[in-house]
């Protein structure tokens, strides 16, 4: 017989992805903090369930008892042809979270940066849609590692009508490229640790060196803030942002 109860319980459940910010717990949002404390569950992605993620540590940061469970997923780097293992691993989280949906729990899932931003949130609520959940989600927006790097330098980076391109560089330059035709737009470079002497020499040729910065593992304790200039010619970590302010104007605060 069919459970009477569980469509109820069903449409109670809530799971909600939880930005936390880039790495320092002073970016964490009272929002977050809020949804952090009252929700019945907390989980983070790890790469093993033996170890916190970084996520869990920045969280363990402001709330050091907070009682987190540990999702293993695959961190393979993307475009590395490990897309199978990350998808396989998107649906073992998920069918870890199903018995708790299903009992009307609200689950918060905590995230790096911002939950709508290149993050691994939506992959886990697809992963439930293929497992058949249909439930309430939310997000709690986070801050995100631009806007720290923006701050920690006193980069303005936007004023008036100018806008914003966010671009990836992880297997190439060319969105970068692309995004410099115009002067007037700031770039913001993202999963580019590898390709940053590329992009510096791309800005470079573009008159656009001058004010821009690279952030490697911001808020984190081995955080490295310098202008991309003098970054050096090797690769920097994957957690690695440039941003670009747009050309013509003084770009900074300081
Ligand atoms: C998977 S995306 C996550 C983005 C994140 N959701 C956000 O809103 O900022 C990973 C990329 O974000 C940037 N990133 C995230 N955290 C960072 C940090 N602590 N320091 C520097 N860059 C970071 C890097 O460009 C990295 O390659």
Same mark, same amino acid.
């Given at each position: 017989?069919?459970?009477?109860?569980?469509?109820?319980?069903?449409?109670?459940?809530?799971?909600?992805?939880?930005?936390?910010?880039?790495?320092?717990?002073?970016?964490?949002?009272?929002?977050?903090?809020?949804?952090?404390?009252?929700?019945?569950?907390?989980?983070?992605?790890?790469?093993?369930?033996?170890?916190?993620?970084?996520?869990?540590?920045?969280?363990?940061?402001?709330?050091?008892?907070?009682?987190?469970?540990?999702?293993? %997923?695959?961190?393979?780097?993307?475009?590395?042809?490990?897309?199978?293992?990350?998808?396989?691993?998107?649906?073992?989280?998920?069918?870890?979270?199903?018995?708790?949906?299903?009992?009307?729990?609200?689950?918060? %899932?905590?995230?790096?940066?911002?939950?709508?931003?290149?993050?691994? %949130?939506?992959?886990?609520?697809?992963?439930?849609?293929?497992?058949?959940?249909?439930?309430?989600?939310?997000?709690?927006?986070?801050?995100?590692? %631009?806007?720290?790097?923006?701050?920690?330098?006193?980069?303005?980076?936007?004023?008036?009508?100018?806008?914003?391109?966010?671009?990836?560089?992880?297997?190439?330059?060319?969105?970068?490229?692309?995004?410099?035709?115009?002067?007037?737009?700031?770039?913001?470079?993202?999963?580019?640790?590898?390709?940053?002497?590329?992009?510096?020499?791309?800005?470079?040729?573009?008159?656009?060196?001058?004010?821009?910065?690279?952030?490697?593992?911001?808020?984190?304790?081995?955080?490295?803030?310098?202008?991309?200039?003098?970054?050096?010619?090797?690769?920097?970590?994957?957690?690695?942002?440039?941003?670009?302010?747009?050309?013509?104007?003084?770009?900074?605060?300081?």
């Amino acid at each position: 017989m069919a459970d009477p109860g569980a469509a109820r319980r069903s449409e109670e459940a809530l799971l909600t992805g939880v930005g936390v910010g880039p790495g320092d717990p002073g970016h964490l949002t009272l929002g977050a903090l809020r949804v952090l404390e009252h929700a019945d569950r907390v989980v983070a992605p790890t790469t093993t369930e033996g170890s916190a993620g970084r996520a869990e540590s920045i969280v363990r940061g402001a709330l050091p008892d907070l009682v987190v469970d540990r999702l293993p %997923f695959d961190m393979s780097p993307e475009g590395a042809g490990g897309a199978a293992a990350r998808a396989a691993s998107h649906l073992a989280a998920a069918r870890r979270l199903v018995p708790w949906l299903s009992e009307g729990r609200h689950v918060a %899932f905590i995230t790096l940066g911002d939950p709508n931003i290149y993050s691994t %949130f939506p992959s886990l609520v697809a992963a439930l849609l293929e497992l058949g959940w249909r439930g309430r989600v939310e997000t709690v927006p986070g801050i995100t590692a %631009f806007q720290a790097l923006a701050a920690a330098t006193g980069t303005v980076l936007l004023d008036g009508t100018e806008s914003l391109s966010l671009v990836t560089a992880l297997e190439g330059t060319s969105d970068v490229e692309h995004a410099l035709e115009d002067p007037e737009r700031a770039v913001v470079v993202y999963k580019g640790g590898r390709n940053v002497a590329a992009v510096a020499q791309l800005l470079a040729a573009a008159g656009r060196l001058d004010g821009a910065v690279l952030g490697e593992r911001l808020g984190l304790d081995d955080e490295r803030v310098v202008a991309l200039g003098e970054a050096g010619e090797g690769p920097a970590s994957y957690l690695a942002t440039v941003v670009v302010p747009p050309a013509g104007r003084a770009g900074s605060l300081r």
